[in-house]
T-cell receptor, first 112, second 113 residues
Framework: KAGVTQTPRYLIKTRGQQVTLSCSPI?????VSWYQQTPGQGLQFLFE???????NKGNFPGRFSGRQFSNSRSEMNVSTLELGDSALYLC???????????FGQGTRLTVV | QQQVKQSPQSLIVQKGGIPIINCAYE??????FPWYQQFPGKGPALLIA?????SEKKEGRFTISFNKSAKQFSLHIMDSQPGDSATYFC????????????FGSGTQLTVLP
């Protein structure tokens, strides 16, 4: 059974650009959540989607957005990139609303 | 506001030792407490999780102890091995939302051979 797949694995972007990250959940899982991991702030919740609807959003600026498609795949977008957006972005999938979250390997974003 | 406090920040034990990692939470509305293990370059992997209606849960060499009155929970790793060397995170979530996790700051565990 395939795990959570995140693409790309690595990205280098310039300040001011925008970026789109992709996440394919475990087959059959309908929930996707996104996290940002940095050495200074640790693991922080960005947002979660269930059945194409955003259910919760963390304390991040509006430059961070996401969506979920009918096949449960999800994308997150960061516009007007800042140096501080450099981080490992992790996606987690869950079977249902109140079940365990399984993480992908993440996308390492570097903003220069 | 940091809602889940984790200690120690780093821990070194000898092979066969029993490292203990502690977490304390503030919000009594939390009802789900998982532990994750993360190796460099990998995403966190779910190890074991507990809910407040039990005081202890074991899965293999990993044990969670939960003290609801003290608002604390801890991870014990029995017979630790060098392959257990990783960063461990505790987390907590509110009812109905096991996906919206509030993480502790992490503990870097090193098990010496």
């Amino acid at each position: 059974k395939a795990g959570v797949t995140q693409t790309p694995r690595y990205l280098i972007k310039t300040r001011g650009q925008q970026v789109t990250l992709s996440c394919s959940p475990i087959s059959g899982h309908r929930s996707v959540s996104w996290y940002q991991q940095t050495p200074g702030q640790g693991l922080q919740f960005l947002f979660e989607y269930f059945s194409e609807t955003q259910r919760n959003k963390g304390n991040f600026p509006g430059r961070f957005s996401g969506r979920q498609f009918s096949n449960s795949r999800s994308e997150m977008n960061v516009s007007t990139l800042e140096l501080g957006d450099s981080a490992l972005y992790l996606c987690a999938s869950s079977l249902a609303e109140n079940t365990e979250a399984f993480f992908g390997q993440g996308t390492r974003l570097t903003v220069v | 506001q940091q809602q889940v406090k984790q200690s120690p920040q780093s821990l070194i034990v000898q092979k066969g030792g029993i490292p203990i990692i502690n977490c304390a939470y503030e919000n009594t509305a939390f009802d789900y407490f998982p532990w994750y293990q993360q190796f460099p370059g990998k995403g966190p992997a779910l190890l074991i999780a507990i809910r407040p209606d039990v005081s202890e849960k074991k899965e293999g060499r990993f044990t969670i102890s939960f003290n609801k009155s003290a608002k604390q929970f801890s991870l014990h790793i029995m017979d630790s091995q060098p392959g257990d060397s990783a960063t461990y995170f505790c987390a907590a979530s509110f009812p109905g939302s096991a996906r919206q996790l509030t993480f502790g700051s992490g503990t870097q565990l090193t098990v010496l051979p």
